[in-house]
Structures are given as structure tokens and as C-alpha cells.
């Protein structure tokens, strides 16, 4: 037992080292990359393309690196928005690493990109303990999922700079109570915004967008509850 926590430890200092050196190289670069987490189907991925699209169609130099277990599926649907688009395949690893992002942008990532999207495996446990080197962490929920998941996802959900609520359009016939999820939301990471979204109906990819850019500008982001899973400059409020 004692070995199988060490070599855990030994891993998740090894990653915290290697997205904090990626966190500078980005920083130099000016570019701001969003880590965007998500259980399967929760239209992370449908947001992301009226995200991008929204950022090509304003001139902003905007690029995605798209995460899954296997298919090319995800970055098909997201190089329809026009943005550099790249496929990270995990060959079964439930999660990204610091070391598979820096490994995939080395000689990809547009020069002038200034705005990096990381879309994550989905899945709410092991990403939350992985640092990217991301500016900002990006949490993001359907109304068919219940209002209850920030409980049961804390480290998620309390290491999030953003929240982000998708297929509003499906509350009603969902039974979606916003207030008890917002009330979930705070007891976990208080003080965190939630944003409402509808791919469908074109609805909060601009919110979303404008709260990036406005950190890519300087203005400070949200402090998580969980600082100590989300390590870099931009944490301070």
C-alpha cells in the first residue's frame, strides 16, 4: 500500500512539474489555454464548436486540442468552426497529462495562437487531479445530469475557475432546478460563476467566450476552492 502511494505521489509531482514549466512557456508565448472537463455527453464538444466558431468569426487567433480514448470524431466536429484543430488519442487513458498536451503542441500550435481550448477526456474523476498547465479550469454539467453531481464531483467542481451549465433548452422537460445546483455549486467552490448554455439555441457561447478573454486581458480569475489542484497565477481574486 505504502509503495502504491508513493508512486502516486511520484507522478502527480512529476505532472505538477511539467505543467507548471508548460504554464510558463505558454505564458511567454501569451497564450491563454482553458481546460474544459465534463462527464460523456454532456455537449462539451457542440459548445466548444459554436465557441470556436464565435472566436474565428471576431478574428481571434483561437486553437483546440481535443482529448478521447479512441475515433477522430471530436476534432471532425470541431474543425467545422474553422480553428486549428488537433486529435490527442489517450490509447484508453481516462484522462490528459501536462506531458501529452506539451507533446502535442510542439510543432502544431499556431504561432500566433493567443487562445488554446483543451477539451479533456470526459470524465469528472481522474482529470480533476491533473494540472495542464491551463489558465483557467472550466467545469462543465448538462441540466439532464441532476443537480446533486457538484456533490458528488467536488474536486471538479471545487477546482473550477468557471462553471458551465449546457443544454439549457432541456431544463424544463429535464426538471432542472437551477437555484439547488447553485446552491450545490457554492457549497463546494463559493463564490464561482455559472454560466448557462444552448448550443442548440446559439445560447452562452459568447458569455463564455467574453469571461476567457477577459482573463486573457487581466482581469483576475475566480479562486478555487481547490487551489491546491489548480496551480498558477491567475487564482487570485
Known amino acids: ?71 477522430e470524431n471530436d476534432a471532425r466536429r470541431l474543425a467545422r468552426s474553422g480553428a486549428p484543430v488537433k486529435q490527442l488519442l489517450t490509447g484508453g487513458l481516462c484522462h490528459l497529462e501536462a506531458r501529452q498536451v506539451r507533446g502535442h503542441l510542439e510543432g502544431w500550435m499556431p504561432q500566433d495562437t493567443t487562445l488554446l481550448f483543451v477539451e479533456n477526456v470526459g470524465n469528472l474523476v481522474c482529470p480533476a487531479a491533473y494540472d495542464l498547465g491551463e489558465t483557467l479550469r472550466v467545469v ?20 473550477a475557475h468557471l462553471v458551465v451549465v449546457t443544454k439549457t433548452d432541456l431544463a424544463e422537460a429535464a426538471g432542472f432546478d437551477a437555484a439547488v445546483f447553485a446552491e450545490n455549486v457554492e457549497r463546494v467552490n463559493p463564490g464561482v460563476d455559472v454560466v448557462g448554455t444552448s448550443a442548440r439555441r446559439g445560447e452562452g457561447a459568447g458569455d463564455l467566450l467574453d469571461r476567457v478573454l477577459a482573463v486573457r486581458n487581466g482581469m483576475p480569475a475566480h479562486r478555487p476552492a481547490l487551489t491546491a489542484s489548480v496551480h498558477h497565477e491567475h487564482t487570485a481574486s
Open 1 to 71: 500500500m505504502c509503495r502504491s502511494v508513493d508512486v502516486q505521489q511520484a507522478v502527480m509531482a512529476k505532472n505538477d512539474s511539467l505543467a507548471a514549466a508548460l504554464r510558463t512557456d505558454l505564458g511567454r508565448q501569451g497564450v491563454t489555454s482553458v481546460n474544459l472537463l465534463s462527464s460523456p455527453g454532456s455537449g462539451k464538444t457542440e459548445l466548444l464548436t459554436e465557441v470556436l466558431a464565435l472566436a474565428v468569426r471576431r478574428g481571434i487567433a483561437v486553437a483546440a486540442l481535443t482529448a478521447d480514448l479512441a475515433t
Open 140 to 159: 462543465l454539467m448538462a441540466v439532464t445530469e441532476g443537480e446533486d453531481k457538484p456533490l458528488k464531483y467536488p474536486t471538479a467542481f471545487g477546482s
